[in-house]
């Protein structure tokens, strides 16, 4: 008659722990995910002018603003990020100034693969590219 009383007492708190270990099962937890990978980008000016160079990333939805001009001949740095496949989808977006003297911004669409790199290098002529 005893342990017809404690039972009864523990079947209310078991049918919680049930209950919560169903609802565990029925929804696997997600797993944490590693940091995404990326690269970094080496952007050389090869313009007449000097450059600034905004990096847009499709994959991160980040956007590196690199506020430093980038005089003729000499190097930036950026970063993009690696889809599953280590593809990069980027944009850059560069601002220089035409020939008038007036500022202008022109693009350079990149998606393609990193090879296994980190390190990728892009020649940027802002002469040569197409105004976005």
């Not at 007449?48 to 506020?67: A, G, H, M, P």
């Not at 950026?78 to 977006?93: E, H, K, P, R, V």
């Not at 007036?102 to 090879?115: N, P």
């Amino acid at each position: 008659m005893m342990f017809r009383k404690h039972v009864s007492r523990l079947a209310a708190p078991l049918a919680v722990v049930a209950l919560f270990a169903s609802t565990l099962a029925a929804h696997p937890q997600t797993k944490t995910s590693a940091p995404a990978k990326t690269v970094k980008l080496t952007i050389n000016n090869k313009s007449k002018v000097d450059i600034q160079v905004y990096t847009l990333d499709r994959i991160s939805k980040k956007n590196d603003e690199n506020k430093r001009m980038i005089t003729p001949n000499s190097q930036g740095t950026s970063q993009a990020t690696l889809d599953s496949g280590g593809y990069i989808d980027i944009t850059f977006s560069i601002v220089g100034k035409n020939d008038k003297n007036i500022s202008e911004y022109h693009c350079m669409d990149v998606k393609t693969s990193a090879a296994g790199k980190s390190d990728l290098s892009y020649d940027l002529e802002f002469e040569k590219l197409k105004k976005c």
